[in-house]
Structures are given as C-alpha cells and as structure tokens.
C-alpha cells in the first residue's frame, strides 16, 4: 500500500482538504539536546524561518504531527518535532516521537542483502532460486532469471502494486504464503523492461535475508544495523511497540474530508517492503550511516562500517531508469528532476544539478521521506502523522534550499495549488460518472443470485452475502475489507467499507454468460485518490461453483 513512494513523481498526495489545525496546534517542540551548529549556513534567523515554514506546511494540509531532522557533515544540524502526536490530545511531537517509516524500510532491506555480500554469503547477482529453491513467478524465465537485485529494482513486470492485497489492509497470509502466491500474479510487462513499484518482492528480499544469514530478518537487522548504528528509538513493526514508547497515531481523512485517527496497522507477512516504527532522532543515524559510505564509527583501522563503499556504490547505482515528466503546476518546475532511475532499494534523481539518493514511505495514516545529498553530506528525513505527500515535499525541498544558501521559492504555495488540483480532478471523474449513469436501470437478477463465493487464483476468496442491511461483502484474509453494497446501474454495484478511513470504495461490475448466469466479477476503485495498493482491479474473480 501505502508503503509505496507516494510521491513517484513529486507530487503524489494521498489527501487533501482545508486547514483544521490552526487553531488548536500546541507551539512547536525543540529538542535542546540537538542545538544548530554555529558553522553550518542555517543561522538562527533562518531556523526560525524553518520552522515557521514547517507550521505553515502543517496547517495548509491538515497534518497533526510532524518530525524533521538534518544532518550535515556527520552532525545533526537540527532534529525537532512540531505539533501533536495525536489530534485532540496534549502529547507533543520532539524528535524522539516514533512513526511508522514504510517503504523508507526498503532501504534497510537493500542493506541487510548487501552486508551479507560482504559478508561472502550472497551475491546480488545471484538467482533467487539458489537461495529460495521454492520460489515461482507467474512465468518459468523470470522465475529462472530473477537475480536478487531484481527483487530491489520494481523492474519484474509486475504491474504497479500488484499483490499488494496479499498484505493490505492486514491479512492472515504468512510472509511465505504472500511469496509463495506470487506464481499466479500475471506479469502485465516485459522482464526488466520498465519499472513499476512493487511491494511484495521487498517480502521476498527478506525471505532471501533469512535464508542466507540464518537468523530472523527483524534479529538481522537488530544485530548489524540498529544495535551497531545505536537506533534505540527503531522497531521492527507496530506489534514491537512498548509500553510507554513515545508514538505518533497516524490520521486519515473519512471520504476525504473529516481529519480522525485510525488505528495501528502491522505488517507482519511483508516486513522486507515496510513495517518499520522509528524516530528523526535514529534516522539521522542512519542518515549519516549512509553518507559516510557505511561507516558510523572509528578510522584508519578501526573504522566500523556496516558495508563495504563498493555495496553502497553499487545501492545507489540506477538499474531501472524512471521517465521523468514535466509539472502540472508551474510552480513545482523547479522540482523536476533531469534524470530519475531506481537503484536497489533508493530512488535516484537531482535537483539543482546535485544527486538526490531518496525514497518516501506512506502507511495508514502517517507518510515520510528520507533524502539524501550525496556529495554534499546532507540528509533530511521527515516524518508526518497525516496521508498528504505534498506536506513532506514541501518541507524537504524548503530544508535542502535553506542548506543550500537558496532563498525566496514559494513550496507551500506550489504543492498547495497540486493538492487542489488532484482533488478538483477526482471530483471531476465522479460528476462523469453520475452523469453517465442509468439511475432508472435494474440488476439482471434477483439480488440473492449475486451473492456467493468468488475466488480470484492470487488473493483467494472473496464472499457476498446477505447482511442484516442488504448484501455486504468480505474479503476472506483481510477482515478490514468488509462493506456495504448498494445498486449503482444494470450490473453495476458499489460497495462502501465500513471502516470510512480506508478512502477505497469500489464498483462491482458482474458480466454475465449467455444463460445469464454471472461468469466474472470485476472491482475497480472509484477514486483516482485511492492508494495504489488497493489493486482491485487485478483481481480476476470467478464463482466458486464453476471452478473445476
């Protein structure tokens, strides 16, 4: 899900709406163990100038929790937390409040693959089957040729989050099951021809991790990462939250509109892809880990890295260029990239002639992004409790522009004016629907007929059946796809989750064979604003009673 870059280009957003929080947001919270270095170019004046930027950027997009960090040279130039880690309660954000960072954990995954080649225990260039005999894509050569820095590259043709319901919303499918089901998700491209972001292979990475260290992927990444690197404030997912742990609570809008707090998510059957919970305060650890080409403490001799400076050349090498695509908002232009590729496990790209090295994340409730300024040793990592992707842009671009010595370009503004946009466009698509609406039609049959089982070969059963409203469907692994269905025209249904957070209400079109009994069932979402993960529309449903 949402565990996917949510800004693919830079301006992907996952919500929109009017500020709420302006008036009920407590000042912000400075952690006074980080104070600014004297030396760098921020001076005070323009950390305040910063963290005024970062109020506004809040309040524009409704954003309860923000955390942010900076480092530069090895040194954390800033870590701070600005407003509430849950909305309508007291409990501020500083920089040790703890967020789920979900696809930035991808590059923790990339990591652990190239430490064990170091350690002489893999290759990347291996094939997968040589260290998961077991595993299967929908076609005999890719499942023959998939090398392990494939599973990092979204270069697999595997479609734009293909298989994420295996996972999303939380199911009961184990970590193998989810891999193993992989052999009859269809690959809609070509083999390494064009990319296409996918989580489920991340899930694979970690089996692979596993296999070849020999120890647990969340005992791996404890040991030789989080031990080393000194990251007390990093667990492995939400169910490794303590008691008394500082946690932000992620918010999403309900139909897009009312701003509430949703409940905590746990992806215990794709933890290579995401699941991770950390804090600002241990992502600038991490940050500065990989600045230093792995290495986080000593010299000369005693230098202790975690990688070798060939791994992490290799990590931020592109194996999967990205077309790249001018702004709809002029205003965003300086924001497009030259060049835009995916190396294993960190998307590539610039922005005023220098690297960017960066990846997002995005969970129910709370998205992120981490960035990273190779040649500059600079590295920002910010960390949100609402579903805006424009809000972590706008404060990361204002971040590298202010370590930058650059002044004066208007981000809120920008990403503001993209955010009214794509919701102007999806309410745009939802008044072409009701107009080609056939209000007056009736289903073809009786509304008993349309319920059963349906089963799709990848994600497994899906039930209709008749509730104490009407027919209400149910996704069979997943008990947070349960919803209401009401007529929208001919064969036509719409279903509405109950739970009004997921933001993924879909159609239901049934075809029907020539005796008129249902042969397919179809769902696509209604909203373009919906996740990618909710991929619906792969699924391929057929009535239980006509399998053979």
Do not use: C
């Not at 997009?61 to 909305?87: S, T």
């Not at 404890?222 to 742990?245: A, C, V, Y």
């Not at 892809?273 to 986080?296: I, P, R, T």
């Amino acid at each position: 899900m949402r565990i996917a870059p949510l800004a693919l280009a830079l301006l992907l957003t996952l919500g929109a709406g009017t500020p709420a929080l302006a008036q009920q947001a407590p000042p912000v919270r400075v952690d006074d163990t980080m104070a600014p270095m004297a030396a760098q170019l921020p001076d005070a004046a323009r950390l305040a100038r910063f963290d005024a930027h970062v109020e506004a950027v809040r309040k524009q997009f409704d954003v309860p929790g923000v955390a942010v960090a900076i480092v530069k040279d090895g040194q954390v130039v800033m870590a701070r937390g600005y407003g509430v880690r849950e909305l309508g309660k007291p409990a501020r954000v500083d920089a040790h409040t703890m967020f789920a960072i979900a696809s930035n954990t991808k590059a923790f995954t990339a990591a652990a693959l190239n430490m064990l080649q170091d350690d002489g225990k893999l290759k990347t260039t291996d094939r997968v089957i040589d260290h998961l005999p077991w595993f299967r894509m929908s076609d005999a050569y890719v499942t023959r040729e998939m090398r392990i820095r494939d599973l990092l590259a979204h270069r697999s043709g595997l479609s734009l989050g293909a298989g994420d319901l295996l996972y999303w919303p939380t199911t009961t499918y184990t970590t193998r099951e989810v891999a193993e089901r992989l052999k009859d998700v269809p690959l809609t491209g070509g083999f390494r021809e064009q990319y296409a972001y996918d989580n489920i292979l991340f899930g694979v990475a970690g089996l692979v991790v596993e296999a070849a260290s020999g120890m647990s992927y969340q005992q791996f990444l404890q040991t030789r990462i989080w031990n080393p690197l000194g990251m007390t404030e990093t667990r492995f997912n939400s169910d490794s939250l303590k008691p008394g742990d500082n946690v932000a609570v992620g918010h999403a809008k309900l139909d897009f509109k009312e701003l509430r707090p949703v409940g905590v998510t746990s992806w215990r059957n794709v933890s290579g892809a995401g699941g991770m919970y950390s804090s600002v305060h241990d992502m600038a650890k991490w940050m500065n880990a990989q600045l230093a080409e792995g290495v986080y403490a000593g010299s000369g001799d005693n230098t202790k890295r975690l990688f070798s400076a060939q791994r992490q050349r290799e990590m931020w090498t592109m194996l999967t260029p990205i077309p790249v695509r001018p702004s709809s908002v002029p205003a965003l232009a300086p924001a497009v990239p030259v060049f835009s590729g995916y190396g294993q496990g960190w998307q590539l790209s610039d922005y005023l002639g220098k690297r960017l090295v960066w990846h997002t994340g995005g969970w129910p409730g709370q998205v992120s992004r981490l960035t990273l300024m190779p040649e500059q040793k600079i590295g920002v990592i910010v960390l949100t409790s609402a579903e805006v992707g424009a809000a972590f842009n706008a404060v990361t671009y204002e971040a590298l522009d202010m370590m930058l010595g650059q002044i004066g370009h208007d981000w809120l503004s920008g990403y503001a004016e993209a955010v009214a946009k794509s919701q102007g466009n999806a309410d745009e698509r939802w008044q072409k629907h009701l107009a080609a609406r056939d209000a007056t039609s009736t289903p073809s049959l009786s509304l008993d007929k349309y319920a059963g089982t349906y089963r799709d070969p990848w994600y497994g059963d899906v039930v209709i059946r008749q509730g104490a409203k009407g027919l209400e469907l149910q996704f069979s692994k997943t008990a947070e796809l349960l919803g209401d269905i009401e007529h929208w025209q001919h064969d036509s249904f719409i279903v509405r989750w109950r739970d009004r957070s997921l933001n993924a209400d879909a159609f239901l079109s049934f075809a029907l064979d020539a005796d008129g009994a249902i042969r397919e069932l179809r769902i696509t979402p209604i909203s373009p604003l919906t996740d990618f993960s909710f991929d619906f529309q792969d699924l391929r449903l057929v009535p239980v009673k006509d399998l053979h």
